[in-house]
């Protein structure tokens, strides 16, 4: 099975996976935000990896410099992705693993179940796998009688508590350790009853559980957060050391990545494994590099296989804006500065990416229609551009999604959408210096009906604005009159 970048550029297909929620972003968030208790586990949990982090970020005297070749390095491998992922082939192939192709979800779901299914197991471990979140992967291995077990420990808690991950990097963000103890007295078999909500009882809980799985099971299914091109190496980056167990004791190994995740050369990874632990843990080194070429005869997994992953990834590669999206680490660092997921959480952006990176990747790699109240769940403060080890210009891609999304709204509807005329009429007004000064005196005329400087709420079709958020009413005086009052002075 083979496909061809850029050709043809598809999305990520509907009824399969974790990118589309059940309803969109405003609503979502309504709900999130009347749960208090979600609200101070996300703030407690954000508020300390954020200081962790601002402290060994400023320990670096070239941060700057570093977050500049980071960028520069993504832009270059982005510029020619398809050669580079050519040499990465070649190379794994060389080696002794096998590369598999695969255009979206369900292409690499039915790869990954007839690899696992050829080795005669039903059981699998896995490990890193964001983007098996992405596919549905385990969704699709249970419909074909497999059972995988999640082995890093966040991503465990939340398959026993059969919940959806609101955080790429701690996918159980949103649970306290109390709900953490409750999920495994329900659900982890064997788990002695006095457990208390101490996290070195929790952890020692789920590692007697993962032992038994990892010395039992013979394939594991990984993520990859790096691929070296030119030699054929993968890497996974982790702080619980589980990964290593899945990298090294199973007889097969399945690691799936999206084709982005290339880099071309061992030199490249020096900048990033220097950015990602200080950006996502706040670790001045992360406690577990492991990476794996091939096939080694006599040591590790006797079989090895690369599934590339497109699914919408080639899509977003011909955007040459959005295209910026591609350069994500997938550090977090841009979802714990984040004023609205602070307040949100994760579940409320409906895909495994919440935050301000998900706002901008997931309506790219599913097609903006299918999550165009994405582009909109930001106050583009520009918090996550600050924070982003690699410089993605978050804010900036938010905007130009929202332009898209208004361009295509414009193409399916013969009248216009209430934002379109409302942009429309501003632009008209701002066209014309006096229709300008006409509109600042008409505003002004509004301002004995504030109160404390703000309209609560505006009649129609203004309403959509205040039902959640309040107006700032017009100054006593525009800057044009205060330029007219003081400039002679
Ligand atoms: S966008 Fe930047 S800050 Fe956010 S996860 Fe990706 S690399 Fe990290």
New binding site residues.
Partial sequence: MSTFLGMPAIHAPRGVGGLRGDESFPKAAKAALGDTQLRANIGRATRTIREKRAAVVEEVPDWEELRLAGQQVKAATMARLDDHLRTLEEAVTRRGGVVHWARDANEANAIIADLILATGETEVVKVKSMVTQEIGLNEALEAQGITATETDLAELIVQLGHDKPSH?LVPAIHRNRAEVREIFLREMPGVPPDLTDDPRQLAMAARAHLRQKFLTAKVAVSGANFAVADSGTLLVVESEGNGRMCLTLPETLITVMGIEKVVPTWQDLEVFLQLLPR??TGERMNPYTSAWTGVTPGDGPQAFHLVLLDNGRTATLGDHVGRE?L?????????NVCPVYERTGGHAYGSVYP???GAVLTPQLTGIEDNSSLPFASSLCGA?FD????R?D?PSLLVHLRERHTEEQAKEHRLPTPEAAALSLVGWVMQSPRRFRMAETALRMARPFARSGRFRSLPFPLSAWTTSRDAPAPPPETFREWWERTRDQ
Avoid: D, E, L
Avoid at 327 to 335: G, V
């Fill in positions: 790429i950006s996502s999206v350069h994500c680490i997938k550090c977090s660092a841009c979802m935050g301000p990176i996550c924070a982003c080890p690699v993605i978050i």
